[in-house]
T-cell receptor, first 114, second 115 residues
Framework: AQSVTQLDSQVPVFEEAPVELRCNYS??????LFWYVQYPNQGLQLLLK??????LVESINGFEAEFNKSQTSFHLRKPSVHISDTAEYFC????????????FGAGTRLFVKA | EAGVAQSPRYKIIEKRQSVAFWCNPI?????LYWYQQILGQGPKLLIQ????????DSQLPKDRFSAERLKGVDSTLKIQPAKLEDSAVYLC?????????????FGEGSRLTVL
């Protein structure tokens, strides 16, 4: 059975500092990996995804994540955060088992301070 | 393209009452999901539909929760009777099936408070 572990429940960081949000997963089959973001009082929206090919994927707002198969990790990074990046970030794993079943981690609350 | 629509956005009920949530997925999306998101936790899958058939309902508390997706389009999630621990945001999501990459598109959610 697939599972997702987000190692940090909260990450406070100062504006313009780098950040890494950690995610580990387990699955017995090939998976797709996602990071979703949830801004206050909004629904979840896709930030970036790994399907195949290059193990480094990027979002339009400067986030990147690297798929590491040997460590079963998909950590999210940004070299310089902004106040507007304050949100909850969810790592998710999807495996194709008669229709994609997507499991989410518990989330990491990123709080960017001025 | 219209997104996933959910209603109501907010609902407050007393325990043992019933409540129903409605979801209309993105047009053409064959797969529909209901997730429960308790405050401070990640979304937990309750039920997954493929067209109008159930793919996975292993985590749906069937003694009190029910869901249907008649005609393979919109869906209703019902809770009867509600308990205090059902207080949560109920998220509906949809995705393509054929050629799908598993990406989910979420509605804004229905926030339930049980008093």
């Amino acid at each position: 059975a697939q599972s997702v572990t987000q190692l940090d429940s909260q990450v406070p960081v100062f504006e313009e500092a780098p950040v890494e949000l950690r995610c580990n997963y387990s699955s017995s089959v090939s998976v797709y990996l996602f990071w979703y973001v949830q801004y206050p009082n909004q629904g979840l929206q896709l930030l970036l995804k790994y399907l195949s090919g290059s193990t480094l994927v990027e979002s339009i707002n400067g986030f990147e994540a690297e798929f590491n198969k040997s460590q079963t990790s998909f950590h999210l990074r940004k070299p310089s955060v902004h106040i507007s990046d304050t949100a909850e970030y969810f790592c998710a794993v999807s495996e194709n088992s008669g229709g994609f079943k997507t499991i989410f981690g518990a989330g990491t609350r990123l709080f960017v301070k001025a | 393209e219209a997104g996933v629509a959910q209603s109501p956005r907010y609902k407050i009920i007393e325990k043992r009452q019933s409540v129903a949530f409605w979801c209309n997925p993105i047009s053409g999306h064959a797969t529909l999901y209901w997730y429960q998101q308790i405050l401070g936790q990640g979304p937990k899958l309750l039920i997954q539909f493929q067209n109008n058939g159930v793919v996975d309902d292993s985590q749906l508390p069937k003694d009190r929760f029910s869901a249907e997706r008649l005609k393979g389009v919109d869906s209703t999630l019902k809770i009867q009777p509600a308990k205090l621990e059902d207080s949560a945001v109920y998220l509906c999501a949809s995705s393509l099936m054929t050629g799908s990459t598993g990406e989910l598109f979420f509605g804004e959610g229905s926030r339930l408070t049980v008093l």
